[in-house]
């Protein structure tokens, strides 16, 4: 890469534009909901480590930014992913290249999660209450992930019914919705210590939702 491409890599970067810093390290434009081997190989390749580090990072930005649309939990965890191993990189712990191979880990756990919803059957929305069910946590995981299914679907169903175009303003609607949600989980038997954070997050995840799903 000569002198007046690093110039254009660098304001890129500088300027956000990432179709531009693909384009000046010689690199097709990628979808993002692939992210594939072969395109990641590219990145990992890149002769100037520091410019495929920011590439890469906006380009996993982009994903989580596509991903928070959709699921609440997810993109959670995938950003919080990202921060650390960039903190490493600031901090020095790491180097260009470990913290790129870093990227590249969280990328394909991106791409892994994105097919976990049909591996366990789910639609995206179902998959999405899943994981605001904290289906990882070793308490929650008793209950089974049969159990945790049939929740996520009736939390699904449940929401879907009584969101309306304004419920995100209107406290009654909240309040009813946040007592059927709580009704579900102790049906089902949900940790009582876990309800209360359950709950505030299955809210959250239907707001993210609601625009779609409102009459």
Known sequence: MNF?????VSRAVASDEIIDIFSAAGLKKPDISILSDEFLAEIRNLPYKNLALETLKKLLNDKIRTIAKKNLVQSRVFSEMLQRAMIKFQNRSLDA???IQELIDLAKDMREAHKRGENLGFTEDEL???DALEANDSAVKVLGDDTLKTIARELVETVRRNVTID???KESVRAKLRTLVRKILRRYGYPPDKQEKATQTVLEQAELLCKDWAA
């Open 4 to 8: 007046a491409v690093r110039q254009i």
């Open 128 to 130: 999405a209450f899943y």
């Open 167 to 169: 419920w995100t303003e």
């Open 97 to 99: 290249a470990k913290v």
